[in-house]
């Protein structure tokens, strides 16, 4: 439920109503939505009595949220979520691009390719450590080495980092090493990971499931919430549909019924959705068009070497061009690139 103060509500009043929902067994969210005092409470809703909190002197209403997911739902906040890394904004009117390789390989290529993507216009830098690979027998990342390799980077090239966390027992080590920490689609309901993941001080990208739906989608997202972290970034990376043309099908639609439902910033990977490098420039535009709040693109510096994804990278030219007519779909849309 969003419990929201009067204008006038005293400090006393506040922990008052703080106290009763605490004995109540209630969990409190500050939500920064409007100038009035607003709390998001969770916990359970038979022990949770919204007219006992009403009648607290300086409570202006007491009001249920009726999605599945509370935190993250608009009638929570309605106004859009920027998660700031650094001097990079995540969610606000500037669109945001990720973009590096599929996994850490070198220092070289991460340094080089690192610093030739920020010239482009990327503003985050991606690359795993610790990969989901489908098969057992396929590049499994650098591990730690990877992360190390990924942090001085970003000290080099002063360019914020993103990296996987696949399991609870690697995520203090991506956690020390990253700006952001992902959380991959075949874990988007890894219950555990996602709890870890709550009580980490690290913004976390959190990627939709390959057959989930929205409503699954964001109640993932709401673990990570009610533990106390609020910096979540949805990640659109396509669904497993019936066509063979494609890797996955980029879901487009769920990109403006996301925004409509949640408050938090959505970007979109047409790499992983797509697999397929010819698509990765319309189906960026089109994502953009939707209203997506940035991408999350794997470059490669030469793609038919790469230890992972190779198929769906695109070189740095490619990028480039990318970068060149996202500018044109930025500007139609009122956003900034
Ligand atoms: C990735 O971004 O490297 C990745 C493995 O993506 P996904 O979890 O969406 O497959
Ligand atoms: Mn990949």
Do not use: W
Request: with cysteine; net charge neutral; proline share 4%.
């Amino acid at each position: 439920m969003l419990v929201v103060m009067n204008d006038s509500a005293t400090k006393r009043e506040i922990n008052r109503v703080s106290k009763l929902i605490k004995e109540m067994g209630g969990r409190i969210h500050p939500i920064s939505d409007e100038t009035a005092v607003s709390m998001g409470i969770t916990g359970d809703e038979s022990t949770l009595k919204a007219d006992e909190i009403s009648r607290m002197p300086g409570v202006r209403n007491v009001n249920d949220i009726l999605k599945p997911y509370k935190l993250g739902s608009r009638e929570m906040k309605s106004k859009d979520t920027v998660v700031k890394v650094g001097k990079v904004n995540i969610g606000g009117k500037r669109l945001t691009i990720i973009a590096g390789s599929c996994a850490v390989e070198t220092v070289e290529g991460t340094n080089e390719g690192g610093r030739l993507l920020q010239m482009l216009g990327a503003d985050l830098l991606r690359g795993g450590a610790f990969k989901p690979r489908t098969s057992p027998y396929s590049f499994q990342g650098l591990g730690e080495r990877g992360l190390e390799i990924l942090a001085d980077a970003r000290e080099l090239i002063n360019i914020p980092v993103v990296s996987e966390a696949v399991d609870t027992e690697s995520f203090d080590i991506v956690e020390k090493y990253v700006d952001i920490i992902q959380i991959g689609a075949r874990n988007m309901q890894n219950f555990s990971l996602l709890k870890r993941a709550g009580k980490s001080y690290r913004p976390i990208l959190l990627k939709r499931g390959i057959s989930a739906t929205i409503s699954e989608f964001l109640l993932a997202a709401e673990y990570i919430m009610a533990g106390g972290n609020y910096n979540v970034i949805l990640c659109e990376r396509g669904i497993r549909t019936f066509n063979d043309y494609t890797r996955f099908t980029l879901d487009i639609s769920s990109i403006p019924e996301l925004k409509k439902l949640t408050h938090l910033p959505v970007i979109v990977d047409p790499s992983h959705a797509s697999g397929r490098r010819d698509l990765i420039i319309p189906l960026s535009k089109a994502s953009i068009a939707a209203g997506a709040d940035g991408l999350m693109i794997e470059v490669h510096p030469d793609p038919e070497k790469a230890l992972s994804d190779g198929y769906q990278s695109i070189t740095f030219e490619h990028f480039s061009e990318l970068m060149k007519e996202l500018r044109i779909i930025a500007k139609a849309v009122g956003r900034i690139l």
